[in-house]
């Protein structure tokens, strides 16, 4: 067990419509990412947050948005849904130290949100 | 760009039968190379970081190794509870995330 918590498991929706996937980050960690998983593209990073702060995107559509909240939860929202956002989203967390320190930490997955878009 | 270049894809080995896994790199900066394993339906779980060249660490049936432009991941004498995908990841000087590969599927057959 990770320590980081992910909701739903399973999510099956219709395209266009908009659904909303929830991570809490290991206990202490300050530094959430939000990484999609398809099986001809492999892990792709999407976004990451910092104590409630985007820090840096990846390849996130404008469709999708997240955010992350005081108690340092995120939620990734995506909207306008099409079937090739079928895939799982995975949360990870990891402790976050700024830019210029020494920085070890590896990320600490979630089980993941298995999402089917019909 | 980083890139991240897994090989093979896919391996079939037997019980007992070692081997190793490429992982090939281009990073302008590398500040950790990463392995993780990954069972189906299931996210990835940690099992090395690696931060330079000649720098090697151990696991059980796993070494994982780093040269200035590769790493490999040694497997001596797998057992089938071995079979997993396993993932490459870099992290440049551009940012914390991590930049994966698209794994080497690996099943050991008894």
């Known amino acids: 067990d990770s320590g980081v918590t992910q909701t739903p498991k399973h999510l099956i929706t219709a395209t266009g419509q908009r659904v909303t996937l929830r991570c809490s980050p290991r206990?202490?960690?300050?530094?959430v990412y939000w990484y999609q998983q398809s099986l001809d593209q492999g892990l792709q990073f999407l976004i990451q947050?910092?104590?409630?702060?985007?820090?840096a995107k990846g390849n996130i559509l404008e469709r999708f948005s997240a955010q992350q909240f005081p108690d340092l939860h995120s939620e990734l929202n995506l909207s306008s849904l099409e079937l090739g956002d079928s895939a799982l989203y995975f949360c990870a967390s990891s402790a976050q130290l700024e830019r210029g320190a020494s920085n070890t930490g590896e990320l600490f997955f979630g089980e993941g949100s298995r999402l089917t878009v019909l | 760009e980083d890139q991240v270049t897994q090989s093979p894809e896919a391996l079939r080995l037997q019980e007992g039968e070692s081997s190793s896994l490429n992982c090939s790199y281009t990073v302008s900066g590398l500040r950790g190379l990463f392995w993780y394993r990954q069972d189906p339906g299931k996210g990835p779980e940690f099992l090395f970081t690696?931060?330079?060249a000649g720098e090697e660490k151990e696991k059980e049936r796993l070494k994982a190794t780093l040269t200035k432009k590769e790493s490999f991941l040694h497997i001596t004498a797998p057992k089938p509870e071995d079979s997993a995908t396993y993932l490459c990841?870099?992290?440049?000087?551009?940012?914390?995330?991590?930049?994966f590969g698209k794994g080497t599927s690996l099943l050991v057959t008894p």
């Open positions: 947050y910092y104590n409630g702060e985007e820090r």
């Open positions: 990841a870099v992290r440049s000087n551009s940012g914390y995330a991590l930049n």
């Open positions: 690696l931060y330079s």
């Open positions: 206990s202490g960690d300050l530094s």
